[in-house]
């Protein structure tokens, strides 16, 4: 059972709401990059990306190194798995509750052909 903390759900959420910090994941999945390789990639000044990439890392989602006076990120270890079974519960609530209803609209859809129109 995956355990939920609601710091990590928190930072995670918060890093994955960014489209560039998610193009920034998408882009590392391919392979590592400088942030200086990230920055030209996205069209932004190495200050706006090392941002992006801070928030990344404290969700765990990029890990980076220091070599000289470039700074390589990659993927991190973590994986999304607490994030994938939280949003698996809603879509289970959700589903569940969009099943009932359509259990509703069958009936009433049935009385309606058996009674006729209601007035």
């Known amino acids: 059972m995956v355990q939920f903390s609601d710091a990590q ?56 190194e220091k070599v000289g006076r470039v700074r390589t990120c990659r993927l991190g270890l973590r994986a999304l798995q607490a994030e994938m079974a939280w949003i698996e519960g809603y879509r289970q609530l959700w589903t569940a509750r969009f099943d009932e209803l359509d259990k509703i609209v069958e009936e009433l859809k049935a009385r309606e052909e058996s009674h006729g129109p209601e007035r």
Do not use: Q, Y
């Open 9 to 64: 759900l928190d930072a995670s959420f918060a890093a994955l709401s960014d489209a560039t910090r998610r193009g920034v994941l998408e882009r590392l999945g391919r392979g590592n990059a400088s942030i200086t390789d990230l920055a030209d990639r996205f069209h932004m000044t190495l200050t706006g990306m090392k941002k992006h990439v801070e928030v990344l890392e404290k969700a765990g989602l990029v890990a980076t």
